[in-house]
């Protein structure tokens, strides 16, 4: 599974981060140099603490997106039942299509999309009509005055 992050577009993925992080550290150092020259300033010694931080964030960034990403593979990966002699037990195609109101329960952490609010009607909520009678009003007053 690890293999995936040896792909083309990962590899080019792990040399931006790398380059990065190696960019964020020569700049710190750059400004510490700066900070210890006779013009430094306070502020170049608080750049040159904070481009490492900076660095350390892209190497943070980095493997959150490399364990993201292998975690979404393995959820994608089917779970194939493997027996005690090491062979793997597909499933029977035509035991799934014996009753097809079952579906197979693949469980997901959170739904993808909110389920949408359910309508309000002006009869239920007294407060939110009187506030929609305020901006027709408020509307129409705007319209006059134009």
Sequence with gaps: MKRRLLTPGWVLLHLVFLAAFAASLWLGWWQWESAQEAGGSFRNLGYALQ???FGAFALFLWYQVARMDLQRAAEEQPDIPV???GTT?????????????????RSRKRSPVPPPAPPV?????????????YLRELNEAERQRC
Excluded: G, V
């Design 89 to 105: 037990a597909l499933p029977d195609p035509e035991a799934d299509s014996a009753d097809p109101s079952e579906e197979p329960s």
């Design 51 to 53: 481009w490492p931080l």
């Design 83 to 85: 027996s005690e002699d």
């Design 121 to 133: 009607d002006a009869d239920e909520d007294p407060e939110l009509a009187a506030y929609n009678r």
